[in-house]
């Protein structure tokens, strides 16, 4: 794509180049012009396992480069607003409950939960490459030490961990050597343009090329069930941000946002193909049957997990 080329500026001026490009009143014109062109893009399959479910993007499925899934809240041993399969500790729920739900969603796809490596979540954009040295950080509770949204890694076998109720993950993986990353964005990261943050990162740090870059957004909340009120979405609009399908005016005082329509944009633009993304559909709001929401819920819910690891190259794991 020729919006690719504005993205290979040096290394540490990522921050400019995605100011000036969300800028561009002609950007969100192509952007949106190849997004209505994607209606067809491939979803996430849901797939059961027993009493669980999760979901996969079939293009990194078909690769067989990389495990990965987002989990459901189906299946686990949670109770009350937290029930079942919540992953994530700082919800209020007991922690042998969120052990035991971690140890059963990472047993579907022979993982060790100990292994698992996650970041203290704190609706930035800044990312972290993560060392096989710090296997398990994150994994029990209090063990997470970096804040951030994005974890990168190119070691076989470590999983990356996120959570989210209602925010999008962003799963990367490239074709061109082996390297993971996985990003958390809600509507600030989202408008902080985290996914294009980690398609020019790796661009500057790995020369990978972002057509070689397959990436995957998970269920988010859509913008039926998202409104925003004027603050916020006055800094969309300010971004550019401020016509269907990313930001519509809703009753008065308040927006629609779609979180998921701006990442996929912001992918496109940063020179990923529109046949390299899988993106779910799936609403977090409206599915109560299977996701947690934490708007929907006012807070008090759980969160689903979204996992990521590079398989070793016989295809296999190596832990
Ligand atoms: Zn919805």
Known sequence: MKQASRWSGPAGKTALIIEKLFNRETFQKEAFAVTAKCRGEVKFKVIRAGD??????????????????????LGGCSDGPLSSLNTAYHTGDRE???????RRFFNLFNYDYRDLVSAVQVHGTDLDVVKLSRRGEGALPGTARRECDALVTTEPGLPLGAYSADCQLIYFISKQRPLAALAHAG????????????????????????????????????????KVDEKTAGL???????????????????????IGAINFAQLLAGGIKPENINRSR????????????????????????????????TGGRVL
């Open 187 to 226: 509507w600030k990261g989202t408008l902080g343009g985290i996914g294009p943050k980690v398609v020019s990162f790796l661009q500057d740090q790995y020369r990978v090329s972002p057509d070689q870059i397959l990436a995957a957004l998970s269920p988010a909340i859509c913008p039926d069930c998202y």
């Open 96 to 102: 042998e409950n969120v052990i035991r739900n971690r």
């Open 282 to 313: 799936l609403c977090t709001s409206c599915r109560s049957d299977l996701f947690y929401s934490y708007r929907r819920d006012r807070g008090n819910t759980g969160r689903m997990i979204g996992f990521i690891a590079l398989k070793d190259q």
């Open 236 to 258: 969309f609009q300010s971004a550019g941000w401020n016509r269907t399908p990313y930001l519509e005016p809703a009753a008065a005082g308040s927006y629609k946002l779609d």
């Open 52 to 73: 669980t479910a999760y979901l996969q993007a079939p293009l990194f499925t078909q690769s067989g480069l990389v495990d990965h899934a987002f989990s459901t809240r």
